[in-house]
C-alpha cells in the first residue's frame, strides 16, 4: 500500500507540472498586456515599458514560466527601491487590479469555499446515498417512484433558480433566516451556521438529487449479484445484507464521483456564491475574468487542477482500502 | 388450468403423488405440491409446477434435467431465496417441524445458514469479492452464534483444515480471487456446513470446475456427509456425479417431476422417454462419438402445451393411441413401490422399447 502512494505520488508531481505549464501558456497566450492594464489614466510609454520590466514582462516566455514556479517555491520580490515588494512564498505573483499579492487574495476567500463544499458535501452525501438506498430496498413502491420523479426535477433544475426560490421564499417571504452576512466560524458559530444553510442547501439539492440516483441504480445493481444471495443464504439480516454486502459493493462508483465533485466544488461554486452574496474563489474568479486579472486567474485554475488531481489520488487510495482486488502486491 | 381440468385431467390433484425414498433416515424435509411462477412481461412463466419430495438424514437426492426445468428455482423457494418480487410461491415445505411457505421471512431467515444451508454453481461470483474467506467464514457463524469473534474464527480454520484447504492458518485471510476455483468452491463448502446443518442444496456444485477438482468436490461432500449425516439435495447435469452419490433421483422437465426413484432404477430401469433421452445423452467409455443429444429445444414455460409436456419432442408419441400425448397431461403415475414417472405409454410398451434400444443396460 506505501509503495503504491509512492507511485501515485511521483506521478502527481508530473501531473501538476505539465497542469502549470499548460495553464501558463493558456493565459499568457491571452493578447492582453497587464503591464499597460496596471499603469493607469495617466499612461506613458515609458510607465509601460518601467512597468513591464517592473514584472518582468520583458523576459522571455520560458524565463518569465520559470521564475513564476520558482516564486512558487521560493517566493520573489519586484522591482527595485522604494516600488519594491517582497512576495513570500507560495508566491502567485502580484494582482495590479486588488493592488494585492494573489496568495493573499485566495487566502483570504478560501475558507468560505471550504466551508461551503463542505458543508454541501455532507449534505448531499448523507441524503442521496440514504435515500438511494431505501429506493433501492422499496423498489417499485409509492416511496421508490416519488423519490425518482423527485429527483429528477431536482437533478434537471438549474442551481441558480433554486438557490433563488430558496432565497425568495426563507429568507423573503418567511423569514425564517436572515439575509447570509458572512461571520466566521470561529467568531460565532450560530451566526455563520445560519449564513451557510442555505448555500449548503441550494447546493446539496442539485448534487442529492444526482447521488441518490446513483446509489439507487449501483444497489439494484449488486442486489442481484450471487454474493448477495450467498450472503442471504447464509441467514443474514437484510439490514447487513444490504449495508455491509451490496452498498459495499456498489461503493466504487460513488466515492469516484464524490471525489470529483467535491473537488471541483472547492474551484468555487460561482452561481450559489453570487447568490447569496459569499466572497469565494468561485466571485473572486468571476472578478478577475471581468478585470483580465490574469496572475489571479492562472493561480485560480491552478488551485483547481490541484484539487481535482489530489481528489484522484484520494480517490484510488480509497479504492484500494474498498477493493483488495485493485492493491498492489 | 380449467383447461386441463376440463380434459378430466387435472395437473393439480393426481399429479401431486409423493414417492416414498428406499433411504432410511428420519424425513428432514418434505416438499409437498410446490409450483413457483413469475410474473413477467411477457406473461406468466410457470417455472415449476406440483413438485413434491422427501428427503431423510443422511440421504443423497439429486435432481437432474435440462437448462430451464426449474431445479434451482424449486431450491431457491425451499431456501425462501426467490425474494418477493415477482415470484409466487404454493405449496408446502416442511423443514424443522415447520411449514416454511406459510412463515415469515425472519423465521426462514434464521433457518438459512444454521439448519439448512446452500452452495452454487460459481464459487467466484458467489463469494463476496471485498471480504477476506476468513470475514466471511466467521459471519456466517456469528450470523447465528452467540460466540465471540476469536471463537468463530476459530471454528472457520476448523471447517477450512476440514475442507482441504492447505495452510489453512494463512489462507483464512486470502481473498476470494486469491485462491483458486476448487479451493473456493471448498470454502463456499466449509461456509455452507460451519454451523453443521440438516439439509445442503448444492446447485451445479461442480459445474464450473476443471474435471479433477469436481471430483474431488463431489468426493468432499460424501465424506462430510458421512461424517455429518447431512441430508444432500444435489442438482446437477453430470449423470456421472448422480450414479456416484444419489441415493434417489427426480428427472426434471418443464418445471414438473418427469420421473422420480432410486438412482439404479433410474439407470437400469428408466421409465420415460426423456429419461431415456438423457441417458443416451452420457458419453460411455469405448463409444467415443456416440453422443445422442434429445432432439428440439425445452418448452417454454409461458404456454405449456396442454397434453404432455414432452411431447413435441417425444420419438413414441406415436405408439399412444387417440393423440393422447398431445391432449392429456400423464399422471404422475407409480410404477414402483419407489418409483413414479409420466409417461402414457403402457409397461408393456416401455419394456419392448427399453430392451429394443438397449435402454438401461
Ligand atoms: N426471476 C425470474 N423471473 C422470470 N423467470 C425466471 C426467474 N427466475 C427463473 N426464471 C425462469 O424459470 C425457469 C427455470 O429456471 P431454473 O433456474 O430453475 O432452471 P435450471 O433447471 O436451474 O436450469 P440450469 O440448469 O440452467 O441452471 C427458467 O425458464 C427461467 O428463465
Ligand atoms: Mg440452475
Known amino acids: 500500500m506505501v509503495p503504491y502512494i509512492v507511485r501515485r505520488l511521483v506521478v502527481l508531481v508530473g501531473m501538476l507540472f505539465a497542469l502549470s505549464l499548460i495553464t501558463y501558456i493558456l493565459f499568457y497566450a491571452v493578447p492582453t498586456d497587464p503591464a499597460s492594464l496596471s ?63 494573489v496568495t493573499d487574495v485566495i487566502t483570504s476567500v478560501m475558507p468560505v469555499t471550504i466551508y461551503l463544499a463542505i458543508g454541501a458535501f455532507v449534505v448531499w452525501m448523507t441524503v442521496g446515498i440514504f435515500t438511494g438506498i431505501l429506493a433501492a430496498r422499496y423498489k417499485g413502491s409509492i416511496f421508490d417512484r416519488g423519490v425518482m420523479a423527485i429527483t429528477l426535477v431536482g437533478f434537471s433544475l438549474p442551481s441558480f433558480f433554486i438557490g433563488l426560490v430558496i432565497l425568495i421564499f426563507f429568507v423573503v417571504r418567511w423569514q425564517i433566516v436572515p439575509y447570509p452576512n458572512y461571520v466566521p466560524p470561529t467568531e460565532d458559530f450560530g451566526k455563520f451556521f445560519m449564513c451557510m444553510l442555505l448555500p449548503w442547501i441550494t447546493l446539496a439539492i442539485l448534487y442529492a438529487a444526482y447521488y441518490t440516483r446513483l446509489t439507487r441504480s449501483q444497489m439494484l445493481d449488486t442486489m442481484n449479484e450471487d454474493y448477495i444471495r450467498t450472503a442471504r443464504a447464509k441467514g443474514l439480516p437484510e439490514k447487513v445484507v444490504i449495508r455491509k454486502h451490496a452498498f459495499r459493493a456498489g461503493l466504487t462508483p460513488i466515492v469516484t464521483s464524490a471525489g470529483l465533485d467535491f473537488a471541483g466544488l472547492l474551484g468555487g461554486a460561482i452561481i450559489t456564491e453570487k447568490i447569496f452574496g459569499l466572497t469565494g474563489l468561485g466571485s473572486v474568479a468571476i472578478k478577475a475574468v471581468e478585470n483580465l486579472d490574469l496572475s489571479i486567474l492562472v493561480a485560480i485554475t491552478l488551485l483547481g487542477g490541484v484539487f481535482v488531481v489530489v481528489a484522484n489520488l484520494i480517490v484510488d487510495i480509497l479504492y484500494a482500502a474498498i477493493d483488495p482486488r485493485v492493491r498492489v502486491k | 388450468m380449467s383447461e386441463l381440468t376440463t380434459e378430466g385431467n387435472s395437473v393439480t ?69 426467490l425474494g418477493s418480487d415477482n415470484a409466487n410461491v404454493t405449496g408446502e415445505v416442511h423443514f424443522d417441524g415447520k411449514e416454511l411457505i406459510s412463515s415469515s421471512a425472519d423465521t426462514v431467515r434464521q433457518l438459512r445458514g444454521l439448519k439448512m444451508a446452500m452452495i452454487f454453481q460459481d464459487p467466484l461470483s458467489a463469494l463476496h469479492p471485498y471480504y477476506s474467506i476468513g470475514k466471511q467464514l466467521v459471519e456466517a457463524v456469528t450470523a447465528h452464534q452467540d460466540v465471540s469473534k476469536e471463537a468463530a474464527r476459530a471454528r472457520a480454520l476448523e471447517m477450512l483444515n476440514r475442507v482441504g484447504i492447505p495452510s489453512a492458518e ?37 459445474t464450473a470446475l476443471d474435471v479433477t477438482v469436481q471430483a474431488q468436490i463431489i468426493e468432499l461432500l460424501r465424506d462430510l456427509q458421512k461424517e455429518f449425516g447431512t441430508a444432500i439435495v444435489i442438482i446437477t447435469h453430470d449423470l456421472g456425479v448422480v450414479a456416484d452419490v444419489a441415493d434417489d433421483v427426480i428427472v426434471m422437465y418443464g418445471g414438473a417431476a418427469a420421473e422420480q426413484g432410486p438412482v439404479r432404477e433410474i439407470f437400469y430401469q428408466p421409465e420415460m422417454p426423456y429419461t431415456w433421452g438423457l441417458l443416451a445423452s452420457i458419453p460411455k467409455a469405448g463409444d467415443e462419438g456416440q453422443l445422442d443429444p434429445i432432439p428440439g429445444t425445452p418448452p417454454s414455460l409461458i404456454h405449456l402445451p396442454k397434453g404432455c409436456v414432452f411431447a413435441p419432442r417425444c420419438a413414441f408419441r406415436s405408439q399412444v393411441p387417440d393423440n393422447a400425448c398431445a391432449t392429456t397431461r400423464p399422471d404422475f403415475e407409480i410404477t414402483g413401490p419407489n418409483h413414479a414417472a409420466r409417461c402414457h405409454l403402457t409397461t408393456e410398451q416401455r419394456k419392448t422399447i427399453r430392451l429394443d434400444r438397449k435402454i438401461g443396460k
Open chain 1, 39 to 101: 499603469c493607469g489614466v495617466h499612461c506613458t510609454p515609458e510607465a509601460v515599458a518601467a512597468n513591464r520590466h517592473r514584472l518582468g514582462l520583458d523576459d522571455p516566455f520560458y524565463i518569465q514560466y520559470w521564475n513564476w514556479v520558482k516564486a512558487i517555491f521560493l517566493g520573489r520580490d519586484f522591482g527595485t527601491g522604494y516600488v519594491a515588494m517582497h512576495c513570500d512564498v507560495p508566491c502567485f505573483g502580484f494582482s495590479w487590479n486588488r493592488q494585492m499579492m
Open chain 2, 13 to 81: 390433484s393426481s399429479t401431486n403423488v409423493m414417492v416414498p425414498s428406499t433411504h432410511k433416515g428420519d424425513v428432514i424435509l418434505s416438499v409437498n405440491d410446490l409450483s413457483v411462477s413469475f410474473k413477467t412481461h411477457d406473461g406468466l412463466v410457470q417455472a415449476v409446477s406440483h413438485l413434491s419430495y422427501e428427503v431423510r438424514r443422511g440421504q443423497t437426492l439429486a435432481i437432474v434435467g435440462e437448462s430451464g426445468s426449474g431445479k434451482s428455482v424449486s431450491s431457491l423457494a425451499v431456501m425462501g431465496l
Open chain 2, 170 to 206: 494463512k489462507r483464512i485471510d486470502d481473498y476470494p480471487h486469491q485462491l483458486s476455483g476448487g479451493m473456493r468452491q471448498r470454502v463456499m463448502i466449509a461456509m455452507a456446513l460451519i454451523n453443521d446443518p440438516e439439509l445442503l442444496i448444492a446447485d451445479e456444485p461442480t
